[in-house]
């Protein structure tokens, strides 16, 4: 079975400083997904990010990025220049492509963003 | 863009009570799949569906059933609804060998 951990269960940044969430996660297979998703106060679920675990490459995407480090089964996101509207649960999530595309989610962080 | 349609978006219950949570996955996505958010916690996965076959179960209980309809909108049938049924539903759609799945905006069952 697949596991999500997030050991932070609430962060909070000054608005335009960087922010690291932490996400560990226990996995046998080699084919699989790494995500991270953020719910606002509305508790939409957004994607942010999403790395491919074959890619060494870390994803990015504007002021998100992420730190994959596959031996450690580590998955952070940084967060840079944070915004307001980055007040929100962030939950990191897995997906094990061979035994269907269903994601495991951690226990989410939720993250203040203060003026 | 489309996105992934849920409805109600809020429902109260009582006890011992059925519901029926509706999604309408984006057009064209042929797999959806269900979630349940209890208070404070993280999503569940509950069971998905392909091409209107149920595809992959997780943590249903018995007392819910879903199907997917042959315009691909799926239904989450919930009965002998309990308290601790309380919780956000999600629905989520996508095509099938792609891994971003699109969440609905959810729909917030409360039993009383």
């Known amino acids: 079975a697949q596991t999500v951990t997030q050991s932070q269960p609430e962060m909070s940044v000054q608005e335009a400083e960087t922010v690291t969430l932490s996400c560990t996660y226990d996995?046998?297979?080699?084919?699989?997904?790494l995500f991270w998703y953020k719910q606002p106060p509305s508790r939409q679920m957004i994607l942010v990010i999403r790395q491919e675990a074959y890619k060494q490459q870390n994803a990015t995407e504007n002021r998100f990025s992420v730190n994959f480090q596959k031996a450690a089964k580590s998955f952070s996101l940084k967060i840079s220049d944070s915004q307001l509207g980055d007040t929100a649960m962030y939950f990191c999530a897995f997906i094990h492509l061979n035994a269907g595309n269903m994601l495991t989610f951690g226990g989410g962080t939720r993250l203040m963003v203060k003026p | 863009a489309a996105g992934v349609i849920q409805s109600p978006r809020h429902l109260i219950k009582e006890k011992r009570e059925t519901a029926t949570l509706k999604c309408y996955p984006i057009?064209?996505?042929?797999?959806v799949y269900w979630y349940q958010q209890g208070p404070g916690q993280d999503p569940q996965f509950l069971i998905s569906?392909?091409?209107?076959?149920?595809?992959d179960k997780g943590s249903i209980p018995d007392r819910f059933s879903a199907q997917q309809f042959s315009d691909y909108h799926s239904e989450l049938n919930m009965s002998s609804l309990e308290l601790g049924d309380s919780a956000l539903y999600f629905c989520a759609s996508s095509l099938v060998g792609i891994t971003e799945a699109f969440f609905g905006q959810g729909t917030r069952l409360t039993v009383v």
């Open positions: 057009p064209r996505h042929d797999t």
């Open positions: 996995t046998s297979e080699n084919n699989y997904y």
């Open positions: 569906f392909y091409e209107k076959m149920q595809s």
